[in-house]
Structure formats: structure tokens, C-alpha cells
């Protein structure tokens, strides 16, 4: 668990962040705003660049700071553990992003007897044998940390006798207000943690009129 003083400060990098709509603040500003002693902000951001929470950038008058991914995952994890403790869940969350090639792996995996079962019975529909891939854009990234802290409608692993197939975590989702489908984070993914993959009972791509580039709005609906 990450050190009072050190969440605190995370906690205020990120609050001005969002305050000013940016993806980094300088920490001139994080001093003013907040009243934080130079040589006290300096040794918090030396401790949380050590764990990869935050990466900071030499510019002419100091430096400028941002929060990493592994930043918003964990300050969405104790996020996610106030609204458990407080019952506050959030209903949906709603994510946008671009579209993207991936390795074309997605329908071989899909169409796996093992899947396809699981899919239909804890999902309720028949999914395509593919996958969209989104890039989420940054400013959604904790949103996306966040996601992953609650619990998911879990594709059981399995053995075809060949090969070993790993457990998926599964969200339902509604793309574009109009296409129900799910969400899908494999334990072993090839992407980031910017990426998501989803499915549906229809071909994404030619439904919606999708190309690379694209960009694609959908609702996460949390499992309860």
C-alpha cells in the first residue's frame, strides 16, 4: 500500500491535472496551489518517479510532472475500495477511443469451443469470432484503471487437450447507444494497458462503418 504522504501528493498531481484539463502541470504550479514546501514536493515526486508513479520533465524554469498509468491504477484501486466500503459504485462508465489493426489473433481465440460456450451463457449472445481493438484515449486511461478494480464477469480458462487456454475478464457494454456487447481483458494480453478489446454478436467494424483512426464511444457497465 502506497505511504499516506505519498497518495496524498499523487492524489493532488492528479486533482490539478484535471483542474486544468492538461496531461502535466508544472511543479511551480503543484507549490502555489497547494502550498507545498519546494524541497518536501521534490523529495514526494523523487519517491513516486521510484515506483513509476510519475514521470517528470526538465523544462527552462523546473520541471514539468504527469501521472503514469501504474498512477491512476492505483489511485483508482483505492478509488474502487472507498466506493465497496461506502456502497457507491458507479452504474457505468463511459470510455472513448480509436479504432485500431491488431494482430489478428482475435477470431482464433473467439471461436474456441471453450470460449464461444462461456460467452454465450454468462454474456447472452453469440460473439463474432473477432475482436475491436481500442486505444482509449489518454484523459480516459484512469477511467480504465478504475474499470479493472471492480469485479468482471470471469470466461473460465481451459485445456482442448492441445494447448492451454487463460482466463478472461468480461464487462458488459454498449457501444455507440446502440450495439450491446462486452468488453474483454485477457490475463496474458500482447497490449497495454491503454487497449481494450471488445466483442459483439455482430462484425463492429462493418456495422458501425469503422476504419483505422476511427474514433468509438461506449458505456462499461461495473459487475455487481
Known amino acids: 500500500m502506497l505511504k499516506p504522504?505519498?497518495?496524498?501528493?499523487?492524489?493532488?498531481?492528479?486533482?490539478?491535472l484535471i483542474d486544468l484539463n492538461k496531461q502535466e502541470v508544472s511543479a511551480s504550479f503543484l507549490i502555489k496551489k497547494f502550498n507545498i514546501p519546494q524541497q518536501t514536493l521534490s523529495r514526494h515526486l523523487k519517491e513516486l518517479k521510484k515506483l513509476g508513479l510519475v514521470e517528470t520533465v526538465k523544462i527552462s524554469k523546473g520541471e514539468t510532472v504527469k501521472v503514469t498509468v501504474k498512477g491512476y491504477k492505483e489511485l483508482a484501486l483505492i478509488q474502487a475500495l472507498l466506493e465497496k466500503t461506502l456502497k457507491v459504485q458507479p452504474n457505468e462508465i463511459k470510455l472513448e477511443g480509436k479504432v485500431f489493426s491488431g494482430l489478428g489473433e482475435g477470431s482464433y481465440y473467439i471461436s474456441q469451443p471453450g470460449y464461444k460456450k462461456q460467452f454465450i451463457e454468462k454474456l447472452g449472445f453469440n460473439p463474432y469470432p473477432?475482436?475491436?481493438?481500442?486505444?482509449?484515449?489518454?484523459?480516459?486511461?484512469?477511467?480504465?484503471?478504475?474499470?479493472?478494480?471492480?469485479?468482471?464477469?470471469?470466461?473460465?480458462?481451459?485445456?482442448?487437450?492441445?494447448?492451454?487456454?487463460?482466463?478472461?475478464?468480461?464487462?458488459?457494454?454498449?457501444?455507440e447507444d446502440k450495439i450491446e456487447g462486452a468488453v474483454i481483458s485477457a490475463l496474458r494480453s500482447h497490449y497495454g494497458e491503454d487497449v481494450l478489446e471488445i466483442i459483439a454478436p455482430v462484425n463492429l467494424r462493418e456495422t458501425l462503418k469503422l476504419k483505422d483512426g476511427d474514433k468509438i464511444s461506449f458505456i462499461v457497465f461495473p459487475t455487481r
Open 5 to 16: 504522504y505519498l497518495f496524498f501528493t499523487l492524489l493532488k498531481i492528479a486533482e490539478a
Open 130 to 175: 473477432g475482436t475491436l481493438n481500442v486505444k482509449i484515449e489518454e484523459c480516459y486511461l484512469r477511467r480504465v484503471s478504475l474499470l479493472k478494480c471492480y469485479p468482471s464477469i470471469v470466461i473460465e480458462g481451459f485445456s482442448n487437450g492441445k494447448r492451454s487456454f487463460g482466463s478472461v475478464n468480461c464487462y458488459k457494454a454498449l457501444l
